[in-house]
């Protein structure tokens, strides 16, 4: 019987090994496996990495290799295009199977199908799995055959069928390719920032890394889910699970959380029971993010509504957008979130929509600027996930809430930070001369805000009177 060829198996977002549907492919056809990485900042629309997510990255990567190699493994690194370093190495491997889990955005699909159409044209067997969404975005359609816009109806659909496929087990070991593989040097990809140096506080706040996802689950799930629904919205206050970076590189699976957030919930009553529910709805806003970015792959630069194409931004002011980056805009939450991004990478939710509010709305500046800040300072910025979020708060996304919905700063602080810790936290000069007088005033902006979005609502009640007397006179003709 001849020995059976080698099996690539592509990572990309799915950084883990435990439940990794592609992996677990080539454990089963058995025979030596060569697992691959490639940094791919060349391909056609693939859009690069943000600073944060690269630091992530580099140590996610090193846990990853490490995992590998105590399980007599080893992970392959190359940079390029990808169509070329896979067509690539699986004929210097002489692989006889490529198996990766499949991305949503259109132009890694594009990509991947190209992937396969020359790999199966070689003779080289090619499978995709679902290793990321718990429900793929083709499956879930509404009645009359589309995708949903709004995420009620399209939860129900997800929830009304069979449950999640349950995880995949860990692999005891991991047969080697037993030849010597070209392999890129991870410090020479210089993901880590250097001149200067500003990641001291994603180190102190994050451990990438399938191992230390699995401690946040179990952490999360043992002390804080009873208290999730209560709790999840004061961001003093430590209820949140923290998996969403985890989650973003594929270091732990939707999978692994439904199921485990199922057994936790066993034996819990009242107010917990609903907490487990509302954070697999959490998670359900995750998989709804991925089904509008497959059917709106523009996401991230395009009004999902098409009425606001024509909102009546005015000239970009510099200073403005700057002292937001900075978190010096005299808002005490928006600044105490925008400082906590910048050290740790990441900002709680409730003040994500409260700084996303304020630099739309208040400050008048188009989501895409707020956007394009978060995606290169978010250790968790995700294709779908950070574009879906502005726009949502920005009102021209898919179940948006309405533009005339502003978070008011300073409302929001007395409700969820009512004894201010989580200003205090973030910005040690609150309450002393040192702290900057505020950018604006909150109330005029909110009514320029308004009177804003007033000009493109009439437009849109001119645009939809003018195609009913369109459709009246042709009828009548």
């Known amino acids: 019987m001849s020995a059976v060829t080698p099996s690539l198996v592509w990572f990309r977002d799915d950084l883990r090994l435990a439940d990794n549907p592609a992996l677990q492919a080539a454990l089963e056809r058995g025979g030596p496996i060569v ?3 490639v940094l791919d900042e060349e391909s056609p629309g693939v859009r690069p990495l943000g600073g944060a997510a690269r630091w992530w990255l580099h140590g996610s990567l090193l846990a990853l290799a490490g995992s590998l190699e105590r399980l007599g493994g080893r992970l392959t690194l190359r940079r390029g295009p990808a169509e070329d370093v896979i067509a690539g190495l699986a004929a210097s491997v002489g692989a006889g199977a490529v198996f990766w889990n499949r991305r949503y955005g259109q132009a890694e699909r594009e990509l991947d199908t190209r992937i396969k159409a020359g790999l199966t044209a070689s003779g080289t067997e090619t499978r995709s799995f679902a290793g990321s969404l718990l429900f793929e975005p083709w499956t879930i359609q509404t009645g009359q055959g589309g995708s949903y816009s709004v995420f009620t ?14 995880p995949h087990p860990a692999p005891d070991a991991i047969p080697a390719f037993p030849g010597e593989i070209r392999s890129d040097v991870l410090d020479d990809w210089a993901l880590l920032p250097t001149r200067p140096d500003w990641a001291d506080g994603l180190r102190e706040a994050w451990q990438p890394g399938e191992e230390s996802a699995q401690r946040l689950l179990e952490t ?25 970076p985890h989650l973003r ?4 699976s939707p999978f692994q959380i439904w199921h485990a957030t199922e057994w936790a919930r066993i034996g819990l009553t009242g107010r917990a029971q609903a907490s487990a529910t509302r954070f697999l709805t959490e998670v359900g806003w995750r998989e709804f993010s991925y089904h509008v970015l497959f059917n709106a792959p523009d996401l991230a630069t395009v009004n999902l509504r098409p009425e606001f194409d024509a909102f009546p931004w005015p000239p970009l002011d510099g200073r403005a957008l700057a002292v937001w980056h900075q978190g010096r805009t005299g808002i005490p939450l928006v600044d105490a979130g925008m400082r906590e991004l910048w050290r740790t990478g990441s900002m709680h939710n409730r003040v994500r929509m409260v700084a996303a509010s304020f630099l739309i709305k208040n400050l008048l500046i188009d989501w895409r600027l707020g956007e394009q800040w978060f995606w290169d300072t978010l250790v968790d910025a995700d294709a779908a996930s950070n574009p879906f979020g502005w726009q949502w708060v920005a009102g021209s996304g898919a179940d948006a809430a309405p533009y005339f919905r502003v978070f008011n700063p300073e409302l929001q602080a007395n409700k969820f930070d009512p004894q201010e810790e989580y200003i205090r936290q973030n910005v040690p000069e609150y309450g002393t001369d040192a702290y900057p007088a505020p950018i604006c005033d909150l109330g005029e902006t909110r009514r320029a805000a308004l009177a804003a979005y007033e000009q493109i609502k009439g437009m849109k009640e001119q645009a939809i009177a003018a195609r009913a007397a369109a459709a009246t006179e042709t009828a009548n003709a």
């Open 153 to 166: 109806p399209f939860w129900r659909a997800c929830t009304a069928g069979p449950p999640p496929r349950a």
């Open 249 to 252: 590189w594929g270091e732990i």
């Open 35 to 37: 697992a691959v990485y």
């Open 220 to 244: 999360f799930l043992r002390d804080a889910l009873p208290r999730y629904a209560d709790e999840r919205d004061q961001p003093a206050q430590a209820v949140t699970s923290r998996l969403s």
